[in-house]
């Protein structure tokens, strides 16, 4: 829900769900932003979208140059995933993903994503509580994906191009801010000099 009792600059973190639309207006029938239990002032919107089937770490304000700080600076942010794959994956497929694999990108390019960094994990709940999933019953991979650039479902792609489907997608962090054990729709403050802190922390 959007309210109009404050205009000034504020800046909020949520954990978005899975299967909600990371918008608050839309022509579809979907669960948006706007359902959260909260009271976003009028002129919040997020920075760097996550499709819908996609978890996680979501930046909300209502500072209309917090876009170009975070993905047309100079200098890099990182953005951390775990991620729920398909099947065991081999020490080869692991290489492969690791010096960088080719995937298509808006246009029909091909574009060549390395990963910052990338790791097999075997107890996802220590970086996230809540990273369990009934599918793990079959054989599956969990991955933690760090990356410096931003593609359209790049992390998808990626394992895609390595015949591994991506069962489940979370989003850790962006740069110094952190999803931590957040609640699925929880939604957090954070002061302007906090945010800006964070956002400038890497690595």
Sequence with gaps: MLTMS????????INKPYNMVSQFISSH????????????????HAIGRLDSTSEGLLILTTDKTVTRKLFLA???????????????????TFKKLQNGIEIKIKGGE????????????TQPTLLYKY??????????????????EGKFRQVRKMVLAVK???LRLIRLNISGI????????????????EFYTLLEKEF
Aim: glycine share 4%.
């Design 6 to 13: 404050d205009t000034s600059k504020r800046y909020f973190i």
């Design 29 to 44: 029938n979907v669960p948006l932003l706007g359902s959260l239990n909260f009271s976003f002032p009028e002129g919040t």
């Design 164 to 166: 591994h489907r991506c």
């Design 178 to 193: 952190h999803l931590q054990d957040m609640l699925p729709g929880q939604v957090k403050e954070l002061a302007e000099q």
């Design 131 to 148: 990273a369990t999933d009934y599918r793990e019953v079959y054989a599956h991979t969990w991955l933690l994906i760090t990356l410096t």
């Design 74 to 92: 100079q200098q890099q942010h990182s953005r951390s995933y775990l991620v729920l794959v398909q099947n065991k994956m081999t020490a080869e």
């Design 110 to 121: 091909n574009y060549s994503a390395k990963p910052y960094s990338i790791e097999i994990i």
